[in-house]
C-alpha cells in the first residue's frame, strides 16, 4: 500500500490543525510501513493505541477550534468524528480475533477516512479560518 504524502492542498488554513494532521498520517504511515501486519500484532496494537489516544486529543482539539471560529456545521462534524471512534473500536477489537483480512481492511479504512475527512469535511471550515 502507498505511503500517504502531505500535500499544500492538504491544508485546512490553520497552523496546528494542520500540524496534527500531519502527525495522524505519519502514524497511518507508521502501519503501512509493516511488512506484515498479522505478524506483528504487538507493533500495530502499539501503534494503534497512540493513534486512538492522538485522535482522541485532535478531535478535541478540532472540535474546541471549530467553536472558536463559529464554525456552522460544527454539530454534524463531531457526529463524523464519534462515527470514527465507534468503527476504529470496532475494527481494534477485530484485530484481537487474529483474523488477518481485519489488518487490510483496517489500514484500507484510517487511510480513506484520513484523506476524505481531512479533504471533505476539514476543509469546510477553512473559510471560517482565523486570519492572522
Ligand atoms: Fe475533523
Not at 485532535?58 to 460544527?74: L, N, R
Not at 468503527?87 to 489500514?107: A, H, Q, R
Amino acid at each position: 500500500m502507498e505511503k500517504i504524502i502531505w500535500k499544500d492542498s492538504f491544508s485546512v488554513g490553520n497552523v496546528d490543525m494542520d500540524l496534527q494532521h500531519q502527525k495522524l498520517i505519519e502514524m497511518i504511515n507508521e502501519l503501512i510501513e509493516q511488512k506484515d501486519l498479522s505478524n506483528n500484532g504487538e507493533v500495530v496494537s502499539d501503534v494503534l493505541t497512540k493513534m486512538t489516544d492522538y485522535i482522541k486529543y485532535h478531535f478535541t482539539s478540532e472540535e474546541a477550534y471549530m467553536k472558536k471560529i463559529d464554525f456552522p456545521e460544527i454539530v454534524s462534524h463531531e457526529l463524523e468524528h464519534l462515527d470514527f471512534i465507534e468503527k476504529t473500536t470496532n475494527f481494534c477489537l477485530g484485530t484481537l480475533t487474529f483474523d488477518k483480512s481485519v489488518y487490510t481492511e483496517l489500514l484500507e479504512f484510517l487511510k480513506e477516512w484520513l484523506l476524505n475527512h481531512i479533504l471533505k469535511s476539514d476543509m469546510k471550515y477553512k473559510e471560517f479560518a482565523e486570519t492572522l
